[in-house]
């Protein structure tokens, strides 16, 4: 399986961007996709998560009511979609994937960065 991240790029404040995530490979052993991101100086933080049998998602705070992560099952693709962006969400941004009996996320895709900026 792998993982195929695009989207990123610079936005001004209170701007959008949609992040994409495409899964190619033998895709039916994931069961879910998420977002992560690594900003400077920081640890990585789960920012979004979504599960492949149901649309049961799961949010950071920080980002809640802002984000919003879906899937489309037919391509195998999860989009992040941004919205309001500050600048403290500049960040690398990571797909990953979660294996079918597995607890913790263990495919990543390459990071897209994410700079918000004016």
């Known amino acids: 399986v792998q993982l195929q991240a695009s989207g990123g790029g610079l936005v001004q404040p209170g701007g959008s961007l949609r992040l994409s995530c495409a899964a190619s490979?033998?895709?039916?052993?994931?069961?879910?996709m998420g977002w992560f991101r690594r900003a400077p100086g920081k640890e990585r933080e789960l920012v979004a998560r979504?599960?492949?049998?149901?649309?049961?998602?799961y949010y950071a705070d920080s980002v809640k009511g802002r984000f919003n992560i879906s899937r489309d099952k037919t391509r195998n693709t999860v989009f992040l979609q941004m919205n309001s962006l500050e600048p403290e969400d500049t960040a690398v941004y990571f797909c990953?994937?979660?294996?079918?009996?597995?607890?913790?996320?263990?495919?990543w895709g390459q990071g897209t960065l994410v700079t918000v900026s004016s």
């Open positions: 990953a994937a979660r294996f079918l009996g597995a607890t913790d996320f263990g495919l």
């Open positions: 490979g033998r895709t039916g052993i994931i069961s879910a």
């Open positions: 979504i599960l492949r049998s149901t649309p049961n998602t």
